[in-house]
């Protein structure tokens, strides 16, 4: 992605205004908050928008966001193991696409940029969502899961906006059921 701020001869901070996506506006959503919404046909595989935002490093996000406030909110998407983008600076509307467990379009990332793209044809109106799987850590427990509460609302929804590896979900589901119930001993080799 093109860097945030750009070099002019007026000033060395211009901001760069991001484009605007003809594709989707942002309204409120019954997930929650602001969502983005379809406003003309998307095909299936359509490239839908780019996520936009600051390039800053994993401990600059560290530094910045601290997960201690009483609900979890995040416009950050992790890059790679380098950067991390935070969308509260410099980002386009892209950063109000909500996370769904059964989504309609899914990330794509490609030469340093984030893309979203159309996984099935989205009619106007309907909300565009993809699944944000954030990274499970080895040390979560039921307070982490019941912090991470996914409102999707789908069928398929999982509880929770985190990746579950697949030999803890039925303990996240007792965890989500308000069962605080011991956590099994992780298998030698998960492949997931
Ligand atoms: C990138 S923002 C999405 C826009 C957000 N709705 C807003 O109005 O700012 C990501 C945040 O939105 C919320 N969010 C998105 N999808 C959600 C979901 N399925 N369930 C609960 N909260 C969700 C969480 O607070 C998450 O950290
Ligand atoms: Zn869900």
Not at 18 to 41: N, W
Not at 113 to 122: L, T
Not at 148 to 174: A, F, N, Q
């Amino acid at each position: 992605m093109t860097p945030v701020r750009k070099s002019t001869k007026k000033s060395s901070k211009t901001l760069v205004k991001p484009p605007k996506s003809e594709l989707y506006e942002v309204r409120r959503s019954k997930i929650q908050g602001r969502g983005a919404f379809a406003i003309k046909p998307i095909r299936k595989g359509q490239k839908v928008d780019e996520y936009w935002g600051q390039r800053i490093t994993h401990e600059e996000a560290d530094d910045r966001y601290k997960d201690n406030d009483a609900r979890h909110h995040t416009f950050l998407f992790v890059l790679d193991d380098e950067t991390v983008l935070d969308a509260r600076y410099g980002g386009n509307d892209a950063r109000f696409i909500n996370h769904s467990c059964d989504p309609n379009c899914e990330t794509e990332i490609e030469k340093g940029h984030i893309y979203i793209k159309a996984i099935k044809a989205i009619a106007p109106e309907t909300e565009l969502t993809y699944d944000y799987r954030f990274a499970w850590q080895d040390d979560y427990g039921p307070k982490d899961v019941r912090y991470y509460t996914c409102r999707c609302g789908s069928k398929k929804c999982r509880g929770t906006i985190l990746k579950v590896p697949v030999y803890l979900r039925p303990t996240v589901r007792e965890w989500l059921a308000g069962n605080d119930v011991k956590k099994p001993r992780k298998p030698a080799k998960t492949t997931r």
